[in-house]
Each structure stands twice: as structure tokens, then as C-alpha cells.
């Protein structure tokens, strides 16, 4: 049953992870210990249970993916979104980014770039949600010198400041 999937592609993981309550939380875990490759199952738009939790703000779950199944994290969807990339759209995209810091792998996608040539850091920019003050120095370093520009030239700076041509 844990790799069914409905019309839309989702998974009952796909559920739990989306679910807000503590009940998602520990159907996700009970689902990963019956069968972890279910983490690996995409939608019909390629999203995986951990971009749900993401979206969701699930923090329980989306530990409790990434810690089970670490190679998830490195999932995209049709736009090539990681989870980082939703994470960097909603307004729990501030604790997603310090939650990564803690999963080595997840860490990696603030410089993957999606189809747009878009990092983490430009959708954060973008969406107002851009956590400068917050970010260590080696942070602040990092998306000045490795999230470069995106396809249309623009770099974090310019979408922080509005420069835009």
C-alpha cells in the first residue's frame, strides 16, 4: 500500500507529509520504516513527500525524511525545484534554512540552480523572504559568490534591491 498512489500521483506518504498535525508526523515515520523507498515516489509533477512537508511547513516530517532518506533531498521537480526552493516561497522558509544546516546533504541545494537558472537564494529574494540578516558570514559569502546570476542576469542582489532591467 505505501507505494500506491492516487490520480495525481500522491502516495499515502505524500498525505502524511502535507498533513500539519502531529499525526502526519508519525504516519510519515511509520510509513519510512515499512518501506523508505516510498520516499522516492513522485507525483505527476515530480514533487516528492519531502517538497510536500516543505510546503506544509512540516518540520517533523521533513526530518524525519531527510535523517531516513537522505538522497530524497536531492529530488527536483518539472521546474526543477528542490526543497529548498519551496522552502524559499513560503513563510517557513526561514526555518527550513537553518533546519538544513543540520542535514549535510540538504545544505548542498541552496547553489543547485532550477530551470530559470534560479537558486534558493533568488526565490528568497524574490518572494521577500530573503533571511540576510540572519545568515552567518560564510552564508552571506556563499550566495555572493556561488549562487551567480540567474537566466534572465540577475543576481540575488539585484532581485533584493529591485534592479532589475
Known amino acids: 500500500m505505501t507505494r500506491r498512489t492516487d490520480d495525481d500521483g500522491w502516495s499515502p506518504l505524500h498525505y502524511a507529509a502535507f498533513s500539519p498535525l502531529l499525526n502526519g508526523f508519525l504516519t510519515v515515520r511509520v510509513l519510512l520504516k515499512h518501506d523508505a523507498s516510498a520516499?522516492?515516489?513522485?507525483?505527476?509533477?515530480?514533487?516528492?513527500?519531502?517538497h510536500m512537508a516543505v510546503v506544509r511547513g512540516n518540520l517533523l516530517a521533513m526530518g524525519v525524511i531527510m535523517i531516513m532518506c537522505p538522497a530524497s533531498c536531492e529530488l527536483?521537480?518539472?521546474r526543477g525545484w528542490n526543497a529548498l526552493h519551496y522552502a524559499a516561497t513560503t513563510i517557513e522558509g526561514l526555518v527550513a534554512i537553518y533546519f538544513s544546516r543540520w542535514i549535510p546533504k540538504f545544505d548542498k541545494l541552496i547553489y543547485e540552480k532550477d530551470n530559470d537558472g534560479n537558486t534558493p537564494f533568488h526565490l528568497f529574494a524574490a518572494f521577500g523572504n530573503f533571511p540576510q540578516r540572519y545568515l552567518s558570514s560564510d552564508w552571506r559569502h556563499a550566495y555572493r559568490n556561488m549562487c551567480g546570476l540567474n537566466k534572465q542576469n540577475l543576481s540575488v542582489d539585484d532581485i533584493l534591491v529591485r534592479n532589475f532591467p
Open 39 to 50: 520516499a522516492y515516489i513522485v507525483d505527476s509533477e515530480k514533487r516528492t513527500a519531502l
Open 76 to 78: 527536483v521537480d518539472t
